[in-house]
């Protein structure tokens, strides 16, 4: 039963990739922090979607999910990382100087954006890499970057916290590529660009992101998955576009 696992499931990104890969997958988990309502995807798809309450910052909640998993009969091809944060009503939001900069901020920004890559990894590669072997194919663990969090590609300054928690999370994602090669043979790690896509995350920042620029859920998921779904064991390791360009680290 070809499986796929979305984490940030609440999300419009999130959101979107549920529904698109329920039109490819046997199994669908939609992973979010609180109780969500699916209704308008769940009642076409009885039986595939499968709402599941996880906090991926929580490894007790992460472990007890790898546990379900692993005592059923579901092979796992794909996990997709959509969780991310830029802002916030509590004072979170990108600094324009570095006297914005602040601590409480930035550990924010590194627990959602940043941490919880490598805590998926740790408690489900195992069961992507036994998915991907059963189907014959490969797995392809896939986290949203932005391309603010390429250091070479910075030219502008700013959004400090989160352009760190963004390049620290790029930094995982290569060093992760490295040890699944050796490790979880039929698996890909990679790293992925949405674009700006119109959802909450970007809401506060789109006056001046030119129409053509600013893209749908659906059209950036629909990018994006066709870069995911020609992803190579040769392909772990890389930093993606929606348009499948890469992106210097």
Same mark, same amino acid.
């Given at each position: ?5 979305? #984490? ?27 109780? $969500?309502?699916?209704? %308008?995807?769940? *009642?076409? !798809? ?6 599941? $309450? ?13 546990? #379900?998993?692993? *005592? ?9 990382? &959509? ?17 914005? #900069? ?9 627990? *959602? ?12 590669? !195992?069961?992507?890499?036994?998915? &991907?072997? $059963?189907?014959?194919? %490969? ?27 963004? &390049? ?17 043979? !039929? ?7 949405? *674009? ?8 506060? #920042? $789109? ?43």
């Amino acid at each position: 039963m070809k499986t796929a696992i979305i #984490f940030g499931a609440s999300g419009g990104i999130g959101r979107e990739f549920v529904a698109y890969c329920l039109q490819k997958y046997d199994h669908v988990f939609a992973c979010t922090r609180q109780s $969500q309502n699916f209704e %308008t995807i769940e *009642g076409e !798809h009885q039986g595939a979607l499968h709402l599941m $309450q996880v906090n991926p910052t929580t490894e007790r909640e992460l472990k007890v999910f790898a546990q #379900f998993l692993g *005592g059923r009969e579901f092979n796992v091809q794909l996990i997709i990382n &959509a969780c991310g944060v830029l802002h916030d009503q509590d004072g979170l939001a990108p600094e324009k100087k570095i006297e914005d #900069f602040n601590v409480e901020n930035f550990e924010k920004s590194v627990l *959602g954006n940043t941490i919880i890559t490598p805590l998926i990894a740790k408690h489900l590669m !195992h069961l992507l890499d036994k998915g &991907a072997k $059963q189907l014959n194919t %490969t797995g392809v663990f896939a986290s949203l970057s932005a391309r603010v969090g390429s250091i070479s590609d910075n030219y502008l300054g700013g959004w400090y916290s989160y352009r760190a928690s963004k &390049a620290a999370l790029n930094q995982l994602i290569k060093t992760l590529s490295v040890e699944t090669e050796r490790r979880f043979k !039929h698996s890909a790690v990679i790293a992925i660009h949405p *674009g700006t896509t119109d959802t909450s995350l970007s809401k506060p #920042f $789109q006056a001046n992101v030119p129409a053509e620029k600013l893209f749908t859920p659906e059209y950036a998921i629909r990018k994006m998955m066709a870069v995911i779904e020609n992803v190579t064991l040769d392909d772990s390791g890389k930093f993606y576009a929606w348009d499948g360009s890469l992106i210097e680290w």
